[in-house]
C-alpha cells in the first residue's frame, strides 16, 4: 500500500462549490477499486488551501483511477477552482502510530 498526497488552493470564493462537488464524489472515489481511505483537510492557517489523503493497494490502482471517467468529471471542475498549481506526492508508509 502507498499514501497519496495532494495539496489545492482555491481563490476564497470558490471553496463553497469545492466542498459541495467533494462531498457529492467522495464515496464514488472512496469505492474506487484499490482505494482503502480517502480524507480531506484544510490548513488551519490559510483556508484556501486543501490536502487529499488516500491509501492505495497499488500504483496500478491510482493509475486506473487517474485514467477513469470519474477522475476525469472530478478534476476537470475541479481545477477550474485553483488559485494556485496543485501539487502531489505519492509516499510509502513507514510508520504509523495510532
Not at 30 to 53: A, H, M, V, W
Request: with cysteine; glycine share 2%; hydrophobic share 40%.
Amino acid at each position: 500500500m502507498f499514501v497519496r498526497i495532494v495539496k489545492m488552493s482555491f481563490h476564497e470564493e470558490n471553496i463553497p462549490a469545492f466542498r459541495e462537488n467533494f462531498e457529492i464524489m467522495k464515496e464514488h472515489i472512496r469505492n474506487s477499486p484499490g482505494n482503502r481511505l480517502l480524507e480531506l483537510y484544510q490548513d488551519k492557517n490559510n483556508p484556501c488551501i486543501f490536502f487529499t489523503y488516500s491509501i492505495w493497494e497499488t500504483e496500478e490502482d491510482l493509475e486506473n483511477y487517474r485514467k477513469s471517467a470519474l477522475f476525469d468529471e472530478v478534476w476537470t471542475f475541479t481545477k477550474k477552482l485553483f488559485n494556485d498549481k496543485p501539487e502531489a506526492w505519492s509516499v510509502d508508509k513507514l510508520v504509523s502510530l495510532q
